[in-house]
């Protein structure tokens, strides 16, 4: 189903964005998780970069591990951390987030590993946001996640997906 682009011509012209995860993705949340990835695509470029987990025994050391691997791959983009600390953000304030960035803006959103990520990492982010109140598994959250952020394109874009 093709979507309207009425009022995101901006976003689609140059906007790269990703989500970037630590570990690997549950299999039976795959096919959902890829339908939305498909669907944001129609908006802007998007990927879901997997990054290996740490082996690190302990975990700080293992937070260490994969932030710097983080770091790595983010460097010189936008930075949205997923954090259970974050500000508690809504669908509207996603999109309004997006009309905010400028065309060519790169952003990277982050759900770090099962041990979260280095007070470093989380001070460095552009935005440091949660998903919900609840504890979410990070299979969960990265799907939650790219649904929420093909939500948000498709209420900048005036798509009747968003109903309230």
Known sequence: MA???AG????????QQRLIVVGRGEPLLAEYEAR???RIRQFSPFEVVELPA???KRREQRCQQESQRIRKRCAGHRL???????KVISS????DFLRTLPGNARVDYIVGGSGGVEPALRQQADHCWRL??????HHLARVMAVEQL???HTIVAGHPYHRV
Do not use: C, N
Not at 8 to 15: D, K, S, T
Not at 92 to 95: K, P, R
């Open 3 to 5: 979507i309207p682009a």
């Open 8 to 15: 995101a011509g901006r976003l689609a012209a140059r906007l």
């Open 36 to 38: 939305f990835a498909a």
């Open 54 to 56: 740490g082996k690190e």
């Open 80 to 86: 949205v951390l997923f954090d259970e600390r974050g």
């Open 92 to 95: 509207e304030g996603w999109a």
């Open 132 to 137: 919900s109140a609840l504890t979410l598994p």
């Open 150 to 152: 093909y939500r948000a």
